[in-house]
């Protein structure tokens, strides 16, 4: 009997460790075992309506120097504070999302894009950053995770890459799984 409790503590413990482990470094083993691959992008044609604008202003009237991490975080955080995921088609045009409140990855990137390519168009640094809405396949340890599913919402998956052209360094960025996993970045090709 004692010898059945000690087995069970320990086994705790170390499910504790394993749990702890995988949470702190989720953004690292994610990027481990995934990787975006992309076959198309999306055009960037999306009209922001003036209360989200004025919302933009206020997150970046008082920063003095927006750099690529300041655009994702500012990006980032309004997509998650506008939008709810759903696995429901729903219109993808900005002020539709932004209602409703619903979304897919398609939603999530294209808000997350056009948030990003309008800071970068306000704050003049066009020449230094480059937005793109991504379509693109998953890939887990090299597998085509697609093939496992038969419905057409999963046929393919939006992102987003962030160049930026200075450094010659692109972010690529999921605003479904940031949202929901707070994984930051994804890697892309």
Known sequence: MKCESLMIRKSVKVSILIFTTLLLFRGQVFRLVIKYEAIK???LNSKIDKKLKR?????IKNIEQIDLNKIIEISSSL?????????????????????TGDANCIGYARLFSSIAKYIIQEE?????????HLVGEIYFLGWDIHQLFNSAFFKDHDYVAIYDKLKNKTIYFDPSVSDYFWINSVRGE
């Open 41 to 43: 992008e999306r055009s």
């Open 55 to 59: 919302t933009i202003h206020d997150e």
């Open 79 to 99: 997509t998650n504070q506008y939008l709810h995921f759903s696995f429901q088609n729903h219109p993808q045009d900005l002020s539709s999302l932004v209602k």
């Open 124 to 132: 003049q640094i066009s020449n230094q950053f480059e937005v793109k």
